[in-house]
């Protein structure tokens, strides 16, 4: 249908089932999209695309109906829905009314704008998600970041090694060579920085209520065995179905993170096994393990010798907890080890003040998780206090 410029091929050539793609403006995804659609329509299998609302509908109504003019066999103006002379046939729905394709079956969608979208985790979950069942149809969700928002936890899942299924992109548009750079440096000349990262280098921008910053800058590859006989410290945040067990491992002559382990749906014996595996095999000084609905893990681990102390997460030590991090990180006195799921979750971490109490709560946007994060926090508080300053039990 066109020639890709070397960014879409690279994203062709990598594609999983669930696509994620966050791209500057004029980056060209709706060319993408009508490519990546256009299989299905050859072969006669039917195909969804929908859009945060009716205007930007039509224009990618308008964009399909030039691209595949030579191969409609019907059209249907008011309905939006193109049938092809192989039998394949693309709906277009807007997401003003999420539940408006519910029932339908397709072999793939393409999602344009998602980031816009208001309902896309309920679109996704409840409407898009289940038309693809019956073909084991995959889909493609396009959009200029917005936030982070639902958009952003399924561009962090293409991230995730833990999610084979899905695969995710960020591209500026300067990687479009058919746009003009004097153009982008214009953009970039007048608009405010945070609006111009956002829209035209693809950036996920932290939110007003973001705890922490200078991430980036603390990030390192790091080389365990250059902390060799050093004061070793862990910290453990538990999960085992729907949550993840996180689990950090500081080193306090460094402070510097040398390891960290990410699982879920494991089972607790399991988990015991590898936090004491991992704590021997780097003599841990001290493991800060979170308590909450997990004390017999922590007496397990404890009637094993382990140097086991108990954090009880409350709205009252919680707070300090993560203050005592973002503190660090704001000071340049923590380097973190860079891995994409756990800086995301450092980036999207939030904090809220409830209007009629004032007090703040801290804790991850909704769909999203916060493990790791307060696994680095509990680490970063044994490694820097010895589990002194905590709420210990």
């Known amino acids: 249908m066109f020639p890709p410029h070397p960014a879409q091929r690279e994203v062709i050539s990598q594609a999983a089932l669930y696509n994620v793609l966050s791209n500057g403006r004029r980056w060209g995804k709706t060319v993408l999209g009508i490519d990546r659609a256009t299989p299905f329509l050859v072969e006669g299998y039917p195909v969804a695309w929908y859009a945060p609302t009716y205007k930007i509908l039509n224009d990618a109504w308008r964009d399909v109906k030039v691209a595949w003019q030579p191969v409609i066999a019907r059209k249907n103006e008011q309905e939006k829905r193109i049938e092809t002379i192989s039998g394949g046939s693309i709906d277009f729905w807007s997401l003003e009314d999420p539940d408006a394709s519910r029932g339908r079956k397709y072999a793939q969608a393409i999602v344009d704008e998602a980031a816009h979208a208001r309902h896309l985790e309920y679109a996704w979950e409840n409407v898009i998600g289940p038309a693809l069942l019956d ?4 889909a493609w969700f396009f959009s200029t970041p917005d936030g982070k928002n639902y958009f952003y936890k399924l561009y962090q899942r293409g991230q995730d090694p833990l999610y084979p299924d899905w695969a995710s992109w960020s591209f500026p548009t300067s990687s479009n060579p058919y746009i003009n750079p004097e153009f982008i440096e214009q953009m970039r000349r007048e608009l405010p920085e945070r ?11 932290e939110g007003a209520g973001a705890v922490f910053r200078k991430i980036r800058e603390a990030l390192y590859d790091p080389d365990p065995r250059a902390h060799k006989n050093h004061n070793i410290y862990i910290g453990v945040d538990w999960g085992k179905h729907q949550d993840f067990t996180a689990i950090s491992v500081f080193c306090g002559n460094c402070n510097a993170e040398i390891a960290h382990d990410r699982f879920n749906q494991i089972d607790y014996i399991i988990q015991r096994d590898r936090l004491r595996a991992i704590a021997q095999h780097y003599g841990a000084q001290l493991l800060l393990v979170e308590r909450n609905a997990a004390e017999a893990n922590v007496e397990m681990l404890q009637a094993d010798g382990l140097p086991v102390q108990a954090f009880d997460t409350t709205a009252t030590s919680k707070p300090l907890l993560v203050r005592n991090l973002a503190t660090a990180l704001e000071k340049g006195e923590v380097r973190l080890i860079d891995a994409p799921v756990w800086t995301a979750e450092l980036e999207a971490f939030e904090q809220k003040v409830n209007p009629n109490t004032g007090r703040s709560t801290y804790a991850a946007p909704e769909g999203m998780h916060d493990d790791t994060v307060i696994a680095r926090c509990l680490a970063w508080e ?7 300053t905590v709420e210990l039990i």
């Open 195 to 205: 609006v111009f990262r956002q829209e035209y280098l693809g950036e996920f921008i």
């Open 135 to 138: 073909y084991g149809g995959g």
């Open 382 to 388: 044994a490694a820097t206090s010895g589990g002194v």
